[in-house]
Antibody, heavy 118, light 110 residues
Framework: EVQLVQSGAEVKKPGESLKISCKGS????????IGWVRQMPGKGLEWMGI????????RYSPSFQGQVTISADKSINTAYLQWNSLKDSDTAMYHC???????????WGQGTLVTVSS | QSALTQPASVSGSPGQSITISCTGT?????????VSWYQQHPGKAPKLMIY???KRPSGVSNRFSGSKSGNTASLTISGLQAEDEADYYC??????????FGGGTTLTVL
């Protein structure tokens, strides 16, 4: 069974750094792109970027380029989303997603809630 | 690129059919047959309902169907059921590894 299991909720202060994770299982992790999707409170879905764990090829939405870093460690089937300096506006639910062999997302993680508040 | 445009809300009675539109541009929806639709119940992760405009994943009811005309894609739900009440998001590939989501539509089953 394909699963994406994300790390737990985080509460941080503005300016702090953070790295959240997404562990895949039940399939060949290196062979599928993993993306990240932001959902701010009460709002819609926003595509942030995507990584191919096999060779770490990474692409970002222009809206998120330079704001976050996406990485992956294929040896432990885990993808990451990282911030160097959090802002209040980073408060959101973050979902990792598996991109199928087509351009759609067939499996979603349960989401990681990030709260940034002073 | 801007988000795709969806109506904020739609509603229907049990047994009826509803359609949710998703309007993009000639750079995304109009060019690529790579539109997908996701259902999200409150507090849950989104679920894939339609991919590549018209295809249904295994396990998704055949009451859900997708179509596209020009720059607008549509999701139709027939035989509305209470369990269909949720938020629905369209998504389209826009070239150069860019993906756009719609703003989401809240479906209310009356």
């Amino acid at each position: 069974e394909v699963q994406l299991v994300q790390s737990g909720a985080e509460v941080k202060k503005p300016g702090e750094s953070l790295k959240i994770s997404c562990k895949g299982s039940g399939y060949s992790f290196s062979s599928y792109w993993i993306g990240w999707v932001r959902q701010m409170p009460g709002k819609g879905l926003e595509w942030m970027g995507i990584i191919y764990p096999g060779d770490s090829d990474t692409r970002y939405s222009p809206s998120f380029q330079g704001q976050v870093t996406i990485s992956a460690d294929k040896s432990i089937n885990t993808a990451y989303l990282q911030w160097n300096s959090l802002k209040d506006s980073d408060t959101a639910m973050y979902h990792c997603v598996r991109r199928s062999n087509g351009e759609y997302y067939d499996y979603w993680g349960q989401g990681t809630l990030v709260t940034v508040s002073s | 690129q801007s988000a795709l445009t969806q109506p904020a809300s739609v509603s229907g009675s049990p047994g009826q059919s509803i359609t949710i539109s998703c309007t993009g541009t000639s750079s995304d929806v109009g060019t690529y047959n790579l539109v997908s639709w996701y259902q999200q119940h409150p507090g849950k992760a989104p679920k894939l309902m339609i991919y590549e405009v018209t295809k249904r994943p295994s396990g998704v009811s055949n009451r859900f169907s997708g179509s596209k005309s020009g720059n607008t894609a549509s999701l139709t739900i027939s035989g509305l059921q209470a369990e269909d009440e949720a938020d629905y998001y369209c998504c389209s590939y826009a070239g150069n590894f860019i993906v756009l989501f719609g703003g989401g539509t809240t479906l209310t089953v009356l």
